[in-house]
């Protein structure tokens, strides 16, 4: 067949305008018999809204940080599973005929069909679900926001109640870290006692002054040396020469010439001055022999020579504990490197555990404010803002659009048939059909049509009244 204009195809449809006619009644009665058989589906909706936490985030953080969007899916897996889809089932009474057959599976199957999820800006989403019954449609609307609610609810606490739980581990364990932490540094600290960094300048502090005691204990030998040897010089010199003088008196020069020097260089508390101050006093007031020497002069410096032997014994012990005591500071500040570097590994090991426990012990805090958040109710809550009831018309099938299909339908068979008609018929309708037929034959001459005279009556008729 050959390509048509759009004039020749309008007037060919209106030639054969029966042809496209009946098949498009035909369609508009089947659209009008599918919707009389098909069943009507009802849709209702539950608008539920996010309500913000009523605790400013400034003084409680919630634990649940999800978006909504998720949190909602999430919800949805939860409430879509097998248990609660059946209790949903029950609970209505939705698809009997399925129930009662046994065919809970495909029951389920339905529900997540007809059951939809649509989130509407940032803190409003709606529940969607279809039904034939308007009133089930309405009710599992309900029940299913209801559901939402609830698991909301249930999925806040179980988070936090987590959180606070694995915060808890956590702190017991960091606990227990840093009171074993703490013992070690306990025990090193003890057992490096006098060896320790923060000890630095009480052993040096310990081993000036032990310095200076060394200084002035051999200062005393020396002295006491020199009195030793004076004393026997001149208690030869004595017993030699006959002199009515008492040696006493010379011994008691001598003290007051190292007393006078001693106060020189010491104050009045110095053991030395104090012991000096001493025997000058004891000389001083003991009596004194001018007339030679008697039986009594020499047990008395042998007495004294005794004494400062005495003397000299123990100052070279209070010399050499000096010496040992020096020594022992000297190892103690020589050893101040290697332990402030063994304690430093440990309490570096100890603050870090120490920082971590601290941060713990404060998340934990937060985490027990924000359960008591979650079980007071006064965290982030889904409300129903609008509740959902019975549609009172169907959302499906949809009338005009099941008439127009049909209508459209029975129009495109019309047309086809028109072109499959048009296809295998052999007559030609003018001149110019015929022309196209046979180019290479003229057309001679057209005889128009003749209308019998019953058909040309009605004709002459209308003209008249017109």
Known sequence: MKALSPA???RLIWRRKIWVAVPMIAGLAGGFVALSLMTPIYRASTLIMVESQKVPQNYVKATVTTSLKDRLQTIEQQITNRESLERIV?????????????????????????????VQGSRIFRI?????????????????????????????????????AFLEGELAETKARLEEQEAK??????????????????????????????EITRDAIENAEIRKLLLKREADAYLDSGVTTAPEAARLQELRLELARLRSRYTDRHPDVVRLRHEIAALEGAPRSTTGPSAEAQPLAVQQLRQIDMDIARLQQDRNRSL?????????????????QELLSLTRDYDNTRKSYQALLAKRTDARLAENLEMRRQSEQFRILEEARPPSSPYAPNPMLLLMIGLAAGAALGVGLVFLREEFDQSYIDATALEDAFPAVPVIAVIPQIESPSAARPRQAQGRTA
């Open 128 to 164: 969607f679900f279809k039904a034939p019954d308007p009133e089930q449609a309405a009710a599992t609307a309900n029940l299913v926001g209801q559901y939402f609610i609830a698991e909301n609810l249930r999925m806040r606490e179980s988070q936090a109640q987590n959180t606070s």
């Open 90 to 118: 029950e609970e209505v009474g939705l698809y009997p005929e399925l129930v009662s057959a046994g065919q809970t599976a495909a029951a389920i199957s339905r529900v997540r069909q007809d059951l939809t999820l649509q």
């Open 324 to 340: 040992r005591d020096i020594d022992s500071y000297q190892r103690r500040l020589e050893e101040i490197p290697r332990v402030e």
């Open 185 to 214: 540094v306990a025990h090193f600290r003890i057992t490096n006692d006098g060896r320790l960094p923060d000890q630095r300048d009480a052993n040096l502090a310990a081993l000036a002054h032990l310095d200076q005691k060394l």
């Open 8 to 10: 020749e195809l309008g």
